[in-house]
């Protein structure tokens, strides 16, 4: 999946420590998800979008993999500013149904879409600056259970194979003379997506069932050897203090701190 591409490992952020910037960019993510101001979230997303171009990184990318989370998030956003109640700004009329749009419903969604994207953006960064199996390698370099990162490895790496699985499906029905219905919600193409979702399940399991008897047979017990630790480097620890000084920085600021800096001079 082009979401794991390694955009380019030789620039300085690439040459961080996978396990650094794990704990670096997750800590930061933590910072900066429990602020309530707008402008401290906009100054995050900033941060990692300036520390992603320093990186090779173009915006475009961070903005399709925002994108990925519209079907989800953005029906929540949507909806948060008509049922939050409070200073109503707009009312709409639907026949009987009458919806009122109010300015906390409205600060709401602005900061879950603000969070969300600040999320997406540093797990982008993390994601192309490191790619896949230094991540992994990583994650079990700090110890975590390998239960944890073995369904994470084999989950990304068997969904290209449920894709091709569903694209021979598709196949095979057009091979068979097969027209979609109107709509989704016709009745014709939900019987035909709900058969081809417990038809994938099927195929899916007897795959893994294939997958694992070929593992166990080449000596698989349950874990991989173990992975040697390289020792951190002065750069990697100053550069994964100062990405977490910036999400305190920027939290202190926008509470105030700014008014107990100036009374210091």
Not at 42 to 57: K, N, P, R
Not at 61 to 67: D, I, Y
Not at 238 to 243: D, R
């Amino acid at each position: 999946m082009d979401f794991w591409y390694s955009v380019n490992n030789n620039t300085w952020m690439g040459r961080l420590d996978p396990r650094v910037k794990i704990v670096s960019l997750a800590g930061f993510i933590f910072i900066m998800m429990s602020s309530d101001s707008i402008a401290a979230l906009l100054g995050g997303m900033t941060f990692i979008v300036l520390l992603g171009a320093l990186a090779g990184i173009s915006f475009t990318m961070f903005l399709k993999r925002l994108l990925w989370i519209l079907p989800f998030g953005g029906v929540m956003a949507v909806i948060l500013p008509f049922v939050v109640p409070g200073a109503a700004i707009a009312q709409f009329h639907l026949g009987t149904l009458e919806l009122t749009m109010s300015v906390e419903g409205m600060t709401r969604a602005a900061l879950l879409t603000l969070r969300m994207g600040l999320g997406i953006f540093a797990v982008t960064l993390l994601i192309a600056t490191t790619g896949f199996g230094r991540i992994m390698s990583g994650l079990r370099q700090m110890h975590v259970p390998y239960v944890f990162v073995a369904i994470i490895e084999f989950t990304v790496r068997y969904i290209n194979v449920l894709l091709d699985e569903l694209k021979t499906m598709s196949l095979a029905r057009k091979a068979r003379g097969f027209e979609s219905g109107r709509s989704f919600l016709h009745r014709r193409t939900f019987a035909t997506l709900g058969s081809q979702v417990g038809v994938l399940f099927m195929r899916a399991g007897s795959r893994g069932e294939r997958v694992y008897q070929a593992m166990l047979s080449r000596g698989y017990c349950g874990e991989t050897g173990a992975v040697l630790s390289n020792g951190f480097r002065l750069l990697d620890i100053g550069l994964g203090l100062g990405i977490l000084a910036v999400a305190m920085f920027l939290q202190v600021y926008d509470a105030g701190g700014w008014q107990w800096l100036i009374s210091l001079k």
